[in-house]
């Protein structure tokens, strides 16, 4: 089973990481020689972003229907 | 008396250049008789220009020989981080990708330090481009550090922690992105200084992660730091050394320590020493809470990994196997980071610089964590791995803050433990105080073993 289909099947292939799956193949000779460390860059990002996303986001205070009247 | 000149501090060395105890001559020469006996264990340089220093050398004890000196910097030695460049030697930045790439001009900070009379002694050995981490698949050996051999020096300046620590020269100019000119001072002793962002030129030094990237000062002594930051940007630091640590208010961040990244029992015992010393000098000390630290971490990793395969992405692409295993590590994230994600973490770095800035409404100065344990083995992958996370240097990459990092005491183990003190943004003059302080109540810079 590929890394794309053991994430897929876990669960963890996330619609953001399929459209990253450009980047991979641009990736070229690092995927081609060195799979286990684009592996665990992926899921070093992975867990970046969700710390980042814990913390907060931008817009995230705002209230959920617009108050109207602005621009 | 015998003086051990390698361990003389700069204003010591001046003043016996000027009254003729010494020369700059005399004292290069001891300094390279003691690398050629130490270097072969130690792999401070990655480039040593015996030849080149011999003639500065020459030139600056015509001018003390003449009553003529051009400062405090004057014929004394001081190398510089192989990611800086110094004219007509190659910028290898430690990487087999670099080794022909010979430098036409000196960086900024590398001809502001010649124009002051200072001797350039070689280049220093780094982690590969300035992250990654002590590697053995490189055109270089690691440096190691002096308190003993087997252990890593800190990194990524780690050529020039290991060298200032082992006395073969007085100073070194490194390089700081998520804490590299802080670490080898955490690690193998003396004082690591990271200035204000921007405050020192990035001119001629090869960037790692432009926004986050800082020229910093690696010396054995905090006066020695004072005048070197002195001398590079025009002020004039060294003078309130003795002003102590009476009056000051310090907020002593111990969740970083205590709870977010929690230290070694000796680190923490070490910090509490520190605040106890500066409190009996006078100083109100407070508890002062910020962000996680993992907050500031993350922010760090995500902007250094994006900024950092920007620059070196296209080599990643087509020749991997030229960087070290490690280096790739550390870069080959970046591919995967989106857009999205830097700007989230742009914006988290703009909360959590305005809520640095807002703890300075209370204190003059934060006291914190550097390492929270001391240094581990360089040749065990899984410590390294382990103990580069365990920091709290990013935090002041992430905001701009001026950052000082030094010896705290010694483990039982006999290594260093480490502090980081910073102040407000561009009041290096406090950091610098400070930090005199506890280094005179430590009983002055404290060296290995050798």
Same mark, same amino acid.
């Given at each position: 089973m590929s890394f794309f289909e053991r994430r897929a099947v876990e669960g963890g292939m996330t619609e953001e990481m399929m459209e990253r799956q450009i980047n991979w193949a641009s990736l070229g000779e690092v995927w081609n020689r060195y799979p286990a460390e684009v592996e665990a860059a992926i899921e070093n990002v992975e867990a970046s972003r969700a710390i980042l996303l814990s913390l907060g986001q931008p817009g995230a205070c705002l209230p959920d229907e617009p108050a109207g009247g602005g621009q | 008396v015998t003086i051990d000149w390698h361990w003389a501090s700069i204003p010591e060395l001046a003043a016996a250049f000027r009254d003729g105890r010494s020369s700059p001559t005399a004292h290069l020469s001891h300094l390279l008789g003691r690398i050629d006996a130490l270097e072969p264990s130690l792999h401070a340089f990655v480039a040593l220009d015996s030849d080149g220093a011999a003639g500065a050398a020459d030139a600056s004890a015509a001018r003390f020989a003449a009553g003529q000196p051009l400062g405090p910097l004057d014929g004394i030695p001081i190398a510089i981080k192989d990611v800086i460049d110094v004219a007509g030697f190659p910028t290898t930045c430690h990487s087999a990708l670099r080794l022909d790439h010979v430098a036409a001009r000196d960086a900024d900070v590398v001809a502001r330090l010649r124009a002051a009379g200072a001797i350039i002694l070689g280049k220093l050995s780094t982690h590969e481009f300035a992250i990654g981490g002590p590697a053995f698949d490189l055109p270089f050996p690691p440096a190691r550090n002096?308190?003993?051999?087997?252990?890593h020096p800190g990194g990524s300046s780690s050529g020039a922690g290991a060298g200032v620590a082992a006395g073969f020269f007085s100073a070194a100019i490194g390089t700081d992105t998520a804490g590299s000119a802080r670490n080898p001072a955490s690690a193998s002793g003396g004082v690591g200084l990271k200035p204000?962002? $921007? %405050?020192?030129? %990035?001119?001629?030094v090869f960037p790692l992660a432009p926004t986050l990237d800082h020229v910093g000062i690696l010396t054995r002594g905090v006066e020695d730091a004072a005048i070197l930051f002195d001398v590079l940007t025009g002020d004039t630091h060294a003078a309130d050394l003795g002003s102590g640590a009476s009056g000051l208010r310090i907020g002593m961040v111990r969740h970083f320590h205590e709870e977010d990244m929690p230290a070694d029992a000796e680190t923490a015992a070490a910090l509490d020493r520190v605040a106890v010393s500066l409190a009996a000098q006078g100083a109100e000390v407070i508890d002062m809470r910020l962000p996680p630290l993992e907050a500031f971490a993350t922010v760090n990793r995500v902007l250094l990994q994006s900024e950092g395969y920007a620059i070196h992405g296209a080599d990643m692409r087509t %020749?991997? $196997?030229?960087?070290s295993a490690l280096t790739r590590k550390a870069l080959l994230p970046g591919a995967f980071l989106s857009a999205k994600d830097m700007i989230l973490a742009t914006w988290h770095r703009g909360r959590l610089t305005e809520a640095v800035d807002a703890a300075f409404a209370d204190v003059d100065v934060l006291l914190t964590a550097s390492s929270m344990e001391p240094a581990c083995a360089i040749d065990d992958p899984a410590e390294i791995a382990r103990t580069?996370?365990?920091?709290?240097?990013t935090p002041f990459n992430v905001t701009g803050h001026p950052a000082l990092a030094m010896m705290a005491g010694l483990s039982t183990g006999g290594l260093p433990l480490s502090l980081q003190s910073a102040p407000r943004r561009d009041d290096e003059r406090t950091l610098l105080r400070v930090a005199a302080a506890w280094e005179a109540a430590m009983g002055g810079p404290q060296h290995p073993p050798l």
């Open positions: - | 002096p308190w003993n051999t087997a252990y204000t962002y $921007e %405050r020192l030129s %990035r001119d001629g %020749r991997p $196997e030229r960087f580069y996370m365990l920091q709290a240097r």
